[in-house]
């Protein structure tokens, strides 16, 4: 790399929503910002957690100064564990997010041995050849900052997830005068949220969301339930509100709920007496009328609260006739169909289901419009407009919407070195980026061979067969026999039995009686023969595991 120029490289969240990390390189000193997490789609089974690859990170380790972090959200934070645990080095963060992130480390066993770093609203904090300020912004969830980082080569506005409002439930709006002086200073340029680059004018203030759910209250005849992202205190803080108004003692469902409400209580951000929190085994103590529960789930989680309710087997809480059930959320793009799901189970047990397709004004979004989006741009007024945190068609968008406002607007993927000054910017570059794999055991790294066999399993289940052999002379002792699990079809498994059994006994009865064999190459012509076999007799083409045993 030229030693005058700077160079921006997304490894996460660069055309998709989560998992967001992005390197900053002067000279050979690395800054991190943010270090995020994505949640698998339905087709990835038994997968828990996409990680970013830090391979990049790792091969120049020495270098890497710490990673600073924009706010606490699971896209931004929480993939700190797996990077941690190989990458130790310091953390900067506001006050909130550094107590979800101590939470988080504390489970990991790893916060003891972790060199943290408390910053304030406004603080500029000197790190190698970067100068970091942090300034306040708006988002959903407290204490959330935007990054100006400075260095020699020129002064880069990394925005984090950000929007800008008016009338905040915390009275706080973004420090828009920090962003203006930066703007006059100058800024290289701004590494932009882009979630909502396809949403025309201004999003709502939360306080909308306020007076949307004391409607709903005041109209509920029996027990309300909120789902809503766990991070998300403000609202919490609302629904505690309103509950309190209309006489309702409040339980929390969900363990990353009743963590990250203990967090904010414990530092101040949330504002509940101990006489309108019960636990959630004592609800049945109380009228209907008179409850409010808090859960996790408002994304259809498999093993989320509002999940294992709307399927009926919540150890503590059942949905019934008369229930409120309000989705204080909107669907994350590709989740639809899940949320819908859980709307349908919500319903068929008699519950009154609230959501933003019916109520919009229940959930406002944490990300900027466009008119915000622009207004961000305006301020700063950057070389180099940069669009990450969303897909491609929102960093497309972002690019029309910028170049029709006179600013250079440059897409990145993930792995793209993208090196720049005032004159010029290029990607000259590609480093590994790729995602790492989380399975529920919490092992990482999964191979995606791991993933297309259980993918195989799921649509054309599995058949083995299983025989036992002579080791010296070959010899079939037992067998073939057969087994499946979601491949035949009940009326079809005697004759495909037989006549599987009956192939693979030619073949073997076929081997030359004498001399080596190779096993490794006979299961594998086993296998062919047998996929031959149910492929035309069924259609299907399921795993075939041959098993032989060499007695």
Same mark, same amino acid.
């Given at each position: 790399m030229a030693k005058d120029r700077l160079a921006i490289i997304p490894l996460g969240g660069a055309t998709e929503i989560g998992k967001n990390i992005t390197a900053y390189r002067v000279g050979d000193k690395i800054l991190v910002a943010d270090c995020g997490l994505m949640f698998p789609d339905e087709g990835q089974l038994g997968v828990d957690?996409?990680?970013? @690859?830090?391979? /990049?990170? *790792?091969?120049?380790?020495?270098?890497? *100064?710490?990673?600073?972090?924009?706010?606490?959200?699971?896209?931004?934070?929480? =993939?700190?564990?797996?990077?941690?645990?190989?990458?130790p080095v310091p953390i900067w963060a506001t006050r909130l997010t550094l107590g979800l992130i101590r939470r988080k480390l504390h489970e990991h066993g790893l916060w003891a041995d972790t060199d943290w770093h408390l910053v304030e609203d406004g603080e500029r904090v000197p790190i190698g050849p970067f100068n970091v300020e942090f300034v306040h912004i708006n988002h959903s969830i407290p204490d959330a900052c935007?990054?100006?980082?400075?260095?020699? !080569?020129?002064?880069?506005?990394?925005?984090?997830?950000?929007?800008?409002?008016?009338?905040?439930? &915390?009275?706080?709006?973004?420090?828009?005068? %920090?962003?203006?002086?930066?703007?006059?200073?100058?800024? *290289?340029?701004?590494?932009?949220?882009?979630?909502? =680059?396809?949403?025309?004018? /201004?999003?709502?203030?939360?306080?909308?969301?306020?007076? %949307?759910?004391?409607?709903?209250?005041?109209?509920?005849?029996?027990?309300?339930l909120v789902a809503t992202f766990a991070s998300n205190l403000?609202? $919490?803080?609302?629904?505690?509100?309103i509950s309190r108004k209309y006489g309702r003692k409040v339980a929390l469902a969900g363990r990353s709920m009743l963590g990250n409400v203990d967090v904010a209580r414990e530092l101040g951000y949330l504002t509940v007496g101990d006489d309108t929190i019960i636990r959630l085994d004592d609800v049945k103590q109380h009228p209907d009328n008179r409850v409010t529960i808090i859960t996790t789930g408002s994304q259809g989680e498999p093993l989320s609260a509002l999940t294992r309710m709307a399927m009926g087997d919540h150890?503590?809480?059942?949905?019934?006739?008369?229930?409120?059930?309000? !989705?204080?959320?909107? =669907?994350?793009?590709?989740?639809? @169909?899940? $949320?819908?799901?859980?709307?349908?189970? !919500?319903?068929?047990?008699?519950?009154?289901?609230i959501h933003t397709?019916? /109520?919009?004004?229940?959930?406002?979004?944490g990300h900027a419009n466009q008119e915000e989006l622009k207004m961000m741009a305006n301020l700063t007024r950057p070389t180099y407009i940069i669009p990450v945190h969303g897909e491609y068609r929102h960093q497309e968008l972002w690019r029309r919407m910028g170049e029709?406002?006179?600013?250079?607007?440059?897409?990145?993927?993930?792995?793209?070195?993208?090196?720049? +000054?005032?004159?010029?910017?290029?990607?000259?570059e590609k480093v590994a980026a790729g995602v790492v794999i989380v399975d529920g055991s919490g092992t990482t790294g999964i191979e995606d061979v $791991?993933?297309?066999?259980?993918?195989?399993?799921?649509? &054309?289940?599995?058949?083995?067969?299983?025989?036992?052999? +002579?080791?010296?002379?070959?010899?079939?002792?037992?067998?073939?026999?057969?087994?499946?699990?979601?491949?035949i079809l009940t009326s079809e498994e005697e004759h495909v039995y037989d006549e599987a059994k009956e192939r693979v006994l030619q073949f073997l009865e076929k081997l030359p009686e004498e001399g080596g064999r190779d096993w490794g190459a006979i299961r594998q012509d086993i296998r062919r023969t047998v996929n031959k076999l149910l492929q035309q007799k069924t259609g299907r083409r399921p795993m075939v595991v041959p098993v032989i045993m060499e007695i």
């Amino acid at each position: 790399m030229a030693k005058d120029r700077l160079a921006i490289i997304p490894l996460g969240g660069a055309t998709e929503i989560g998992k967001n990390i992005t390197a900053y390189r002067v000279g050979d000193k690395i800054l991190v910002a943010d270090c995020g997490l994505m949640f698998p789609d339905e087709g990835q089974l038994g997968v828990d957690l996409l990680i970013p @690859d830090i391979s /990049y990170l *790792l091969e120049n380790r020495e270098n890497v *100064l710490g990673i600073v972090i924009t706010h606490g959200h699971e896209d931004h934070i929480g =993939a700190l564990p797996f990077v941690l645990r190989q990458l130790p080095v310091p953390i900067w963060a506001t006050r909130l997010t550094l107590g979800l992130i101590r939470r988080k480390l504390h489970e990991h066993g790893l916060w003891a041995d972790t060199d943290w770093h408390l910053v304030e609203d406004g603080e500029r904090v000197p790190i190698g050849p970067f100068n970091v300020e942090f300034v306040h912004i708006n988002h959903s969830i407290p204490d959330a900052c935007s990054l100006i980082i400075r260095t020699p !080569l020129g002064n880069v506005v990394h925005t984090g997830d950000f929007k800008f409002d008016q009338t905040p439930v &915390d009275g706080r709006p973004s420090d828009i005068g %920090a962003l203006a002086r930066v703007g006059a200073e100058g800024v *290289l340029a701004l590494v932009t949220d882009s979630t909502n =680059a396809d949403k025309p004018g /201004y999003v709502q203030s939360e306080r909308v969301v306020g007076e %949307a759910l004391d409607e709903v209250f005041h109209h509920a005849p029996g027990r309300v339930l909120v789902a809503t992202f766990a991070s998300n205190l403000w609202r $919490v803080q609302q629904v505690i509100d309103i509950s309190r108004k209309y006489g309702r003692k409040v339980a929390l469902a969900g363990r990353s709920m009743l963590g990250n409400v203990d967090v904010a209580r414990e530092l101040g951000y949330l504002t509940v007496g101990d006489d309108t929190i019960i636990r959630l085994d004592d609800v049945k103590q109380h009228p209907d009328n008179r409850v409010t529960i808090i859960t996790t789930g408002s994304q259809g989680e498999p093993l989320s609260a509002l999940t294992r309710m709307a399927m009926g087997d919540h150890r503590q809480v059942q949905i019934q006739e008369g229930d409120t059930v309000i !989705l204080s959320s909107t =669907a994350i793009p590709g989740n639809e @169909d899940v $949320v819908w799901r859980i709307i349908n189970n !919500l319903f068929r047990h008699g519950a009154n289901v609230i959501h933003t397709p019916t /109520y919009p004004r229940i959930h406002v979004s944490g990300h900027a419009n466009q008119e915000e989006l622009k207004m961000m741009a305006n301020l700063t007024r950057p070389t180099y407009i940069i669009p990450v945190h969303g897909e491609y068609r929102h960093q497309e968008l972002w690019r029309r919407m910028g170049e029709g406002m006179g600013y250079t607007v440059i897409k990145l993927e993930n792995g793209d070195v993208l090196e720049l +000054d005032s004159e010029e910017a290029e990607i000259t570059e590609k480093v590994a980026a790729g995602v790492v794999i989380v399975d529920g055991s919490g092992t990482t790294g999964i191979e995606d061979v $791991v993933l297309r066999d259980r993918w195989h399993l799921s649509q &054309d289940g599995i058949f083995v067969v299983v025989c036992s052999v +002579d080791r010296t002379t070959g010899r079939i002792i037992g067998g073939p026999d057969c087994i499946s699990r979601g491949a035949i079809l009940t009326s079809e498994e005697e004759h495909v039995y037989d006549e599987a059994k009956e192939r693979v006994l030619q073949f073997l009865e076929k081997l030359p009686e004498e001399g080596g064999r190779d096993w490794g190459a006979i299961r594998q012509d086993i296998r062919r023969t047998v996929n031959k076999l149910l492929q035309q007799k069924t259609g299907r083409r399921p795993m075939v595991v041959p098993v032989i045993m060499e007695i």
